[in-house]
């Protein structure tokens, strides 16, 4: 047994980075080695045993991690520069997640949002083209972000295609901003009679429109010289008064701004792009946005079948 000194201090050393075993006994401090040890290691924490505790350098914590961040703008940078075939871009893919032990799927949507901001459309065509044929991201955005780029590339008849397809397997799920796309697509290429189609859907199966299609279907109604059609039109869907927005998660009512009656129609497209989006912030009030069963529909198609 080592007995203990009044004035000694508790030393403990790493040992292996892990273990904290060995311990060593200081005097009282009278002789010149002691105190220059004392010195030393005055700078040290002091631990609950009354004795300096060293502090190393841990490596499992200053080890670089890649992130989605980081890992997204590669892959945006991998496929940037490649050409339009479509074998090469997705060989450059396939050899990206090699190595993963599952799809990244987050990383994947981080480039395409990157994409996206930088206009690149075909690159996102390709791009998710891609993880639909891997049966990944199979969700409403993807679709959305797909039948967006395909309409912004000028390739009319695929986004029509996907926009069939989906609205045959989603026909009482369908959400609302598709049909908003669809109709500031047809819009902006004057083609009124499909565009006039999209908005009978929209109230056969009883999905109220929002602001900026009520103004763009008018608008048709003006230049058409159907005037009836329009008052009715305005009748039936006047300007909400409140809106819901989401800020900092919080949902909040907020009074919306009269609208002019000269505004140029084509702001409403532009607005439609800026605010179409599957997470979309605004919505209706409920007593302004149920829509009547019983009235007479505006605008009916008739088949010939």
Same mark, same amino acid.
């Given at each position: 047994?080592?007995?203990?000194?009044?004035?000694?201090?508790?030393?403990?050393?790493?040992?292996?980075?892990?273990?904290?075993?060995?311990?060593?006994?200081?005097?009282?401090?009278?002789?010149?080695?002691?105190? +220059?040890?004392?010195?030393?290691?005055?700078?040290?924490?002091?631990?609950?045993?009354?004795?300096?505790?060293?502090?190393?350098?841990?490596?499992?914590?200053?080890?670089?991690?890649?992130?989605?961040?980081?890992?997204?703008?590669?892959?945006?940078?991998?496929?940037?520069?490649?050409?339009?075939?479509?074998?090469?871009?997705?060989?450059?893919?396939?050899?990206?997640?090699?190595?993963?032990?599952?799809?990244?799927?987050?990383?994947?949507?981080?480039?395409?949002?990157?994409?996206?901001?930088?206009?690149?459309?075909?690159?996102?065509?390709?791009?998710?083209?891609?993880?639909?044929?891997?049966?990944?991201?199979?969700?409403?955005?993807?679709?959305?972000?797909?039948?967006?780029?395909?309409?912004?590339?000028?390739?009319?008849?695929?986004?029509?295609?996907?926009?069939?397809?989906?609205?045959?397997?989603?026909?009482?799920?369908?959400?609302?901003?598709?049909?908003?796309?669809?109709?500031?697509?047809?819009?902006?290429?004057?083609?009124?009679?499909?565009?006039?189609?999209?908005?009978?859907?929209?109230?056969?199966?009883?999905?109220?429109?929002?602001?900026?299609?009520?103004?763009?279907?008018?608008?048709?109604?003006?230049?058409?010289?159907?005037?009836?059609?329009? +008052?009715?039109?305005?009748?039936?869907?006047?300007?909400?008064?409140?809106?819901?927005?989401?800020?900092?998660?919080?949902?909040?009512?907020?009074?919306?701004?009269?609208?002019?009656?000269?505004?140029?129609?084509?702001?409403?497209?532009?607005?439609?792009?800026?605010?179409?989006?599957?997470?979309?912030?605004?919505?209706?009030?409920?007593?302004?946005?149920?829509?009547?069963?019983?009235?007479?529909?505006?605008?009916?198609?008739?088949?010939?079948?």
């Amino acid at each position: 047994m080592i007995s203990r000194q009044p004035n000694c201090v508790l030393h403990c050393l790493e040992v292996k980075e892990v273990d904290f075993i060995s311990f060593a006994l200081f005097g009282s401090g009278k002789n010149s080695d002691t105190r +220059e040890l004392r010195a030393k290691w005055e700078f040290r924490v002091v631990c609950g045993a009354k004795g300096p505790r060293p502090r190393y350098p841990r490596v499992w914590k200053t080890r670089n991690r890649i992130g989605t961040i980081s890992k997204s703008a590669k892959l945006v940078d991998c496929i940037k520069e490649l050409s339009n075939v479509k074998e090469e871009v997705y060989g450059a893919l396939d050899s990206f997640i090699a190595w993963e032990l599952e799809f990244p799927l987050i990383t994947v949507k981080k480039a395409l949002k990157t994409l996206e901001d930088q206009r690149e459309w075909k690159r996102i065509i390709q791009v998710t083209k891609w993880m639909l044929s891997k049966g990944q991201g199979k969700t409403m955005g993807s679709y959305f972000t797909l039948l967006n780029a395909l309409a912004e590339d000028g390739r009319l008849d695929e986004a029509e295609e996907l926009w069939i397809k989906l609205f045959s397997e989603n026909l009482e799920s369908m959400p609302r901003v598709f049909f908003d796309k669809m109709v500031s697509i047809y819009y902006r290429r004057d083609m009124h009679d499909k565009m006039f189609e999209i908005f009978a859907d929209m109230e056969e199966l009883g999905i109220r429109p929002n602001t900026s299609i009520v103004k763009m279907v008018g608008d048709v109604f003006q230049k058409l010289g159907m005037l009836d059609k329009y +008052e009715k039109l305005r009748k039936k869907y006047p300007p909400p008064k409140w809106e819901y927005r989401y800020i900092k998660g919080k949902r909040v009512r907020i009074r919306t701004k009269p609208s002019c009656e000269s505004d140029d129609p084509g702001e409403a497209v532009n607005e439609t792009d800026e605010k179409t989006d599957l997470n979309s912030n605004e919505m209706y009030d409920d007593t302004d946005g149920s829509v009547d069963a019983a009235e007479e529909p505006i605008y009916e198609v008739h088949n010939s079948s």
